[in-house]
């Protein structure tokens, strides 16, 4: 028994010395040579020099002279995530005055399956709010942002098909005609309304977010109390959702003049 409890240990030391290694490469320190790698961890250098040299050969580090770099492999690992991280960056500013133009929190969502989850919020300032939170989960078919997902993503109809429509208020559609319909309006308009869906006092409006190849990378939108926001106020609020949204896909590198 303490044997194995010594060898599942041993892996995670050694992630804990690669770690502190990587933790020595900074912006204002981007090179350092290997003493300064001894240093800076205190590793002993023996066992500092053979896993920088491990790591030079497995891509996590590059060597030049003396000096080492992360690795072009690394980097090359770590370049989905950093995509994704772009794409908040650029459109969490976007977020931000659309909650303060319409006092009402801004989100964007991307989807996965027959979900939406929200990867960026504004929240609204007013006391009386719905939260919404960075990694909420949440079904396409109930609510604005999964009607838009539906209307320009085909994959999303795949990814809905053969699941139950889950009825989780009485406005929740349950049917895919319903659906349909939902849908064939939301691409009419640009943007789509919805009230009460996923819950009853919760309403929610939606436009397209397009990338630089024109396909759709997300859904930016509004999420309010029904109590403060009603279908009287869509008229005035889906064109500002819809302006927002085209500037999102503009920050994305997406310039279709028809969207």
């Known amino acids: 028994m303490e044997a194995k409890k010594a060898s599942a ?46 790591m030079v050969r497995e891509g ?11 690795g072009i492999g690394l980097v090359r690992w770590a370049t ?11 459109i969490k500013p976007i977020l931000q005055r659309l909650r303060d133009e319409t006092g ?11 979900f939406r989850t929200v990867v960026a919020v504004a929240e609204t300032r007013h006391v009386v709010m719905r939260p919404f939170m960075v990694g909420q989960v949440m079904p396409i078919h109930a609510g604005a942002p999964g009607k838009i997902f539906l209307a320009y993503d085909p994959e999303a109809w795949d990814a809905l098909r053969d699941l139950p429509l889950t009825k989780f208020a009485p406005s929740t559609p349950d049917k895919l005609e319903i659906l349909e319909r939902q849908v064939e309006t939301a691409r009419e308009q640009g943007f789509y309304a919805a009230f009460g869906e996923r819950h009853e006092d919760v309403g929610s409006i939606s436009a397209p977010v397009f ?3 024109g ?4 859904v930016l939108g509004l999420g309010f109390p029904t109590q403060r926001v009603g279908p009287n106020d869509v008229e005035r609020l889906g064109p500002i959702i819809a302006r927002y949204a085209v500037e999102a896909s503009n920050a994305l590198g997406y ?3 028809d969207i």
């Open 255 to 257: 310039s279709n003049p």
């Open 104 to 114: 009402e929190s801004a989100c964007l969502y991307t989807r996965d399956g027959a």
């Open 215 to 218: 396909a759709l990378t997300g």
């Open 80 to 90: 989905p995530g950093t995509v994704g991280l772009d794409v908040v960056r650029l």
């Open 9 to 54: 240990a041993a892996p995670i030391l050694v992630l804990q010395k690669v770690v502190q290694i990587l933790d020595c490469f900074t912006v204002e320190d981007p090179e350092p040579t290997l003493q300064q790698l001894i240093k800076k961890t205190r590793l002993p250098s023996s066992t500092c020099q053979r896993l920088v040299q491990n």
């Open 211 to 213: 990338g630089h190849m």
């Open 60 to 70: 996590f580090l590059d060597r030049e002279d003396d000096r080492y770099r992360i």
